[in-house]
């Protein structure tokens, strides 16, 4: 899918023409017609994210050994294949056992017929919960998750959505993050850094739930602070990326030179759009942002290959996994609608903080950590 403004057709002008247009350009020049980036609002927001989060309790503090007492929890992620995804597991099991409560993982390599595997394993072995973690839509193992249900079994989804999904029936609690809120920053970040009149390449994969909430919103938030500025959208799905994203970035940068900036929508894709701007001639000229905080594109920042990453720390994104799940399971407070989890830029200033080479988890602070232990009454 491509999603381009359109441009009037051009024909030769009249001598009257050319008055008119004349008259048109004197009245741009006066302001009139062209409109100013709201360059002012788009550093706010990024100079915002580019400090360290502070920790701001999402619920009230319960004594979480105590009623988590005895439970256990079995948690599938996608595929264990994914390092990011990988890292999301080890945290979450790690904050289960600072609290003393069970969290396995059920390792799988992606396929659908090892996620109804899993849940079959937790309903058989006596589990309190299963969460599906990190994008897999509980709809697809809806019958399996139904028969969970009935057993007793509370079902979660996380990570998954963006919080302007309908969450998904067959979950009883879905914690989506706001791609909403990322494809806002991603937007400030453009357009501060190349003062407006941004063509920006964006590339997102539309078989991952949440990539076209993230796309519009980067998108009407570019035209907000800059009426002037414009993307384009290129779908190719995840399958494809090792094969198809270098050929396309390759063919939009020789078709539209004036493409200034690339948004992939998740930071993996950068390494297969790196080749496009050598073979263009482009390397260190058309910039780079994206989302994650994946270490080997925070790697290329500090190489300078990479301009921009917007990062989420998989600790916090474990704890507040955690937090909601134990509070469901303990009846606390109003169930949780998404993951707090917030976000922080990584760029040339501050990506040595991530470490060297990068970590997923460094460079975000440990606020996070103090604040869940005296939330759950561990201190």
């Known amino acids: 899918m491509t999603k381009t403004k359109s441009r009037a057709a051009t024909r030769p002008l009249t001598g009257l023409m050319l008055g008119v247009a004349a008259a048109a350009l004197t009245a741009s020049m006066t302001g009139q017609a062209m409109a100013e980036a709201d360059l002012a609002t788009a550093k706010a927001v990024v100079e915002k ?74 309903v058989s072995n006596g589990f309190d919960a299963v969460g599906m973690t990190a994008g897999i839509i509980p709809s ?10 009935e057993a007793g ?39 501060s850094e190349t003062g407006g009149n941004a063509n920006v390449l964006v590339i997102g994969s539309d078989d991952v739930l949440p990539s076209q909430p993230y796309w519009k919103s980067f998108e009407a938030e ?49 390494q297969f759009i790196l080749p496009a701007l050598a073979i263009t001639g482009k390397r260190g000229q ?13 790697d290329l920042i500090q190489n300078g290959d990479v301009a921009m990453d917007l990062g989420e ?30 976000f922080l830029i990584f760029d040339e200033t501050n990506a040595e903080t991530a470490g060297s080479p990068a970590d997923y988890d460094q460079g975000y602070g440990d606020a996070h950590v103090g604040g869940y232990r005296a939330l759950w009454g561990l201190e």
């Open 49 to 122: 994210h580019k400090m360290i989060p502070e920790f701001t309790p999402p619920g009230e503090p319960f004594d979480a050994k105590t009623c988590m007492a005895g439970k256990k929890i079995l948690s599938i992620p996608v595929t264990s294949a994914i390092p990011f995804v990988a890292g999301i597991e080890e945290a979450l099991v790690a904050a289960g056992e600072e609290v003393g409560v069970e969290i396995q993982t059920w390792q799988n390599q992606g396929n659908p017929t090892q996620w109804v595997q899993g849940v079959e394993y937790a």
């Open 140 to 149: 697809a193992v809806g019958p399996q998750l139904k028969a969970a249900r």
């Open 153 to 191: 079994l509370r079902v979660y989804a996380t990570h998954h959505a963006d919080v302007t999904n309908d969450p998904d029936p067959a979950a009883d609690l879905n914690l989506p993050i706001s791609y909403t809120e990322v494809g806002q920053i991603m937007a400030a970040w453009v357009i």
């Open 222 to 270: 570019l035209t907000k602070l800059d009426p002037d500025s414009k993307a384009t959208y290129y779908n190719v799905t995840v399958p494809e990326w090792a094969t198809k994203i270098q050929t396309t970035a390759q063919s939009a940068l020789l078709s539209d030179p004036s493409i200034n900036y690339i948004v992939p929508l998740y930071d993996s894709m950068s």
């Open 286 to 298: 058309v910039p780079i942002a994206s989302f994650n905080g994946t270490p080997f594109v925070l």
């Open 313 to 342: 720390s998989l600790g916090w994104i474990a704890r507040s996994t955690l937090d909601a799940y134990m509070r469901d399971l303990c009846g606390i407070g109003e169930p949780m609608t998404e993951l707090y989890v917030p």
